[in-house]
């Protein structure tokens, strides 16, 4: 039986993934146990953990705690994140701070504890759930596409670092996915609308996510259009901010 952590455990893509692995060891990062009782309380092979993902002590405990009792992680899924899709001069310090804390370096301070754990066994897969917003920039996704760059920056040196010893690294990087994401990051749906065409529905995700645990994967990058959108962003990229610019042209 395998162990496998996810974070932002509460988001409608682990409801999907945790559908799909009936057979595993789950251990359930939120910040709400109460919410997170609701959804898995009737799943066998779970555990549930309220946690502030944002205080690296505190994971620190945990990583400790886990394997104290589990004896190994076999699987990270860095699922949690949100987004703010505003114009550069309306977001606030305190905006900028809470997002890199939540998509960003809670990420990274996960990985790297785990990551320590896995060299020393010389064995795992860190799976993070990034986006497409991490390798294309738009319009209004300046803070949104700051923490993800980042993100997937930070996964592909550890890749690099950790390849000798056999563990596996892969980003995932999503368009827009119909969760509940968007009740935070698009209140009034105007994002939502001019993205409708490159809409993914969380259970394909889910599955595709799910095949790839336990292979040498780089990377997963969702829909097909959006990934041909972001090679041709990469060799023309002038063109390409152009078109981005009348394209993903949001509000």
Request: charged residues 25%; hydrophobic residues 40%; glycine residues 8%.
């Given at each position: 039986m395998r162990t496998i952590i996810i974070t932002g455990a509460?988001?409608?893509?682990?409801?999907?993934?945790?559908?799909?692995?009936?057979?595993?060891q789950l251990i359930l990062l939120g910040r709400n146990k109460e919410k997170l009782g609701q959804l898995y309380g009737n799943h066998a092979h779970v555990e549930l953990i309220e946690i502030d993902i944002t205080d690296d002590s505190v994971l620190e405990d945990l990583v400790a705690d886990l394997y104290l009792r589990y004896g190994k992680i076999d699987v990270l899924i860095n699922n949690a994140g949100y987004g703010i899709f505003e114009e550069f001069d309306k977001i606030s310090e305190q905006d900028i701070h809470q997002m890199f804390e939540v998509n960003t370096f809670a990420l990274m301070n996960l990985s790297r504890r785990i990551g320590c754990r896995m060299k020393e066994s010389r064995k795992g897969h860190i799976i993070n759930i990034v986006s497409m917003a991490g390798l294309i920039a738009t319009g209004k996704s300046s803070l949104y596409s700051a923490t993800k760059f980042a993100a997937i920056g930070f996964s592909n040196a550890?890749?690099?670092?950790?390849?000798?010893?056999?563990?596996?690294?892969t980003t995932v990087n999503p368009g827009p996915i119909r969760t509940g994401f968007f009740d935070q990051a698009d209140p009034d749906g105007s994002y939502l609308?001019?993205?409708?065409r490159f809409l993914l529905e969380p259970d394909a995700v889910a599955r595709k996510i799910v095949r790839?645990?336990?292979?040498?994967?780089?990377?997963?990058?969702?829909?097909v259009l959006l990934n041909l959108a972001h090679k041709f962003y990469t060799l023309f990229p002038k063109l390409a901010d152009k078109l981005a610019g009348e394209t993903f042209n949001y509000k």
């Amino acid at each position: 039986m395998r162990t496998i952590i996810i974070t932002g455990a509460s988001g409608g893509l682990a409801q999907e993934m945790v559908k799909l692995l009936p057979n595993d060891q789950l251990i359930l990062l939120g910040r709400n146990k109460e919410k997170l009782g609701q959804l898995y309380g009737n799943h066998a092979h779970v555990e549930l953990i309220e946690i502030d993902i944002t205080d690296d002590s505190v994971l620190e405990d945990l990583v400790a705690d886990l394997y104290l009792r589990y004896g190994k992680i076999d699987v990270l899924i860095n699922n949690a994140g949100y987004g703010i899709f505003e114009e550069f001069d309306k977001i606030s310090e305190q905006d900028i701070h809470q997002m890199f804390e939540v998509n960003t370096f809670a990420l990274m301070n996960l990985s790297r504890r785990i990551g320590c754990r896995m060299k020393e066994s010389r064995k795992g897969h860190i799976i993070n759930i990034v986006s497409m917003a991490g390798l294309i920039a738009t319009g209004k996704s300046s803070l949104y596409s700051a923490t993800k760059f980042a993100a997937i920056g930070f996964s592909n040196a550890l890749r690099l670092e950790l390849m000798p010893d056999g563990i596996y690294v892969t980003t995932v990087n999503p368009g827009p996915i119909r969760t509940g994401f968007f009740d935070q990051a698009d209140p009034d749906g105007s994002y939502l609308k001019s993205v409708d065409r490159f809409l993914l529905e969380p259970d394909a995700v889910a599955r595709k996510i799910v095949r790839i645990i336990g292979k040498n994967k780089r990377e997963l990058n969702l829909p097909v259009l959006l990934n041909l959108a972001h090679k041709f962003y990469t060799l023309f990229p002038k063109l390409a901010d152009k078109l981005a610019g009348e394209t993903f042209n949001y509000k």
